[in-house]
């Protein structure tokens, strides 16, 4: 009895103990430039360009963009300037980028330190041949799923990395056009590196669902890749036709996309460790990274 009425009273005690309030001075750190770019050999150079914020600063997108940039992409000694454009917001070029080549990336502004990066976009693996069927879905029977079966040849002695997407752009009355569909891997051994995820650029409706892997378990191979997704319950007559995108990233592509997605499942969690998103910007942050693809076009009925 003695010990409890101990511990109550280093409970109370505790309870109503002096609280000091400390004010810390957070000392704000030098703002760099921050650059994201995606590339391609099938599009223009669209590059955006912002200014770093510190960690309390209010969230304004809009605000930390620095439109008085300079931006050039260099392809060994040619230069290529990037002229800003007010309707999208991002500094953009006519010129198109080549298969297999490496790209510098400059940034420069008044009162910030140029930032670079150099990357080389990767050779394009062709899709060989795509098969599919149509199947109830095992969990929900009385919905129907679509099993892709995805053939494509490997490069080998090296480690390779991918993207594959699928959309629907079947005209019917059940689909929207270029509807993005989120697949998943028929092979459990891909599920660690399995991430669904939007493309929206700035005011341009361009949206996909990715599915991210490397090579590491077929290196080399003559590899069929096998993936399911959701199809309507809709009759044998109505059109269907799919459209399949393998791209071919770097690294850096793959390492982003990764740790972006993480940061975003564990951003609401407390007890989650801290993830720093993958950066590959000399001086400052942000991605530039190039990708090629093989698209494939597939007419069910």
Known sequence: MRSASIIFVLF???????????????????????ANCFFSADSVWDVHVWKSKHA????????DRVPNATVVVKDGATANPLSYDGQYLTFRSKEKATTGKSYTLTVSAPGYETIASTVTIPEAVEIVEVKSERTLFPEMPEYYQRIFEIRFKDP?????????SIQN????????????????????????????EWFQHYKVSTAEYNLLFNDRLFDGSDYTFKVACFEQNIDEATPLEYIIILKSIGE?????????????????????????????????YGIFAGYSQSVVKHKVR
């Open 12 to 34: 109370v005690f505790v309870s109503c103990g002096l609280q000091t309030q400390v004010e810390l001075d957070i000392p704000a750190e030098q703002q760099k430039l921050v």
């Open 56 to 63: 309390l600063d209010a969230k304004n997108v809009e605000a």
């Open 156 to 164: 080998a002695h090296r480690l390779n990395y991918y993207a594959l």
């Open 169 to 196: 752009v079947s005209n019917n009355s059940f689909n929207r056009e270029n509807t993005p569909m989120l697949t998943r891997p028929l092979n459990p051994t891909f599920a660690e590196d399995y991430y669904s």
């Open 252 to 284: 850096e592509y793959y390492q982003y996309r990764v740790t972006y997605n993480l940061q975003l499942e564990s951003k609401d969690d407390p007890f989650a460790q801290p993830v720093q998103i993958y950066n590959n910007i000399q001086n400052g």
